[in-house]
Nanobody
Framework: QVQAVESGGGLVQPGGSLRLSCATS????????MAWFRQAPAKEREFVAA????????LYADSVEDRFIISRDNAKNTIWLQMNSLKPEDTAVYYC??????????????????WGQGTQVTVSS
């Protein structure tokens, strides 16, 4: 069992930056793949970024490539999502997710077992 709590969301102007964090508890993250997903109103949950258990490989959605950075610190049981050059279309609730890392398929939401409650990100002028 992993419990995750996201924080760092808020209102930001286009072109601005936010840094989301996800603090986890309940078990070690040393063998877990972690990911960020987002969901806008009336839309399906969308993959944003994933990071393997050891941080050695990351994966990003095309829509956020070169703007967002996912990172982790297993000793602190925390992952982050640094979001730069934010656009209005980035507006969504952002969720932290975790699952055991078995080496493949990091972009499907139904692969993840543990989810946080989400944090709202609104990009608007």
């Amino acid at each position: 069992q992993v419990q995750a709590v996201e924080s760092g969301g808020g209102l930001v102007q286009p072109g601005g930056s936010l840094r989301l964090s996800c603090a986890t508890s309940g078990r070690t993250l040393s063998d877990a793949a972690m990911a960020w997903f987002r969901q806008a109103p009336a839309k399906e949950r969308e993959f944003v970024a994933a990071i393997r258990w050891n941080g050695g490989r990351t994966l990003y959605a095309d829509s956020v490539e070169d703007r967002f950075i996912i990172s982790r610190d297993n000793a602190k049981n925390t992952i982050w999502l640094q979001m730069n050059s934010l656009k209005p279309e980035d507006t969504a609730v952002y969720y932290c997710a975790a699952r055991r890392d078995y080496g493949r398929i990091y972009f499907r939401a139904d692969e993840y077992v543990y989810w946080g409650q989400g944090t709202q990100v609104t990009v608007s002028s």
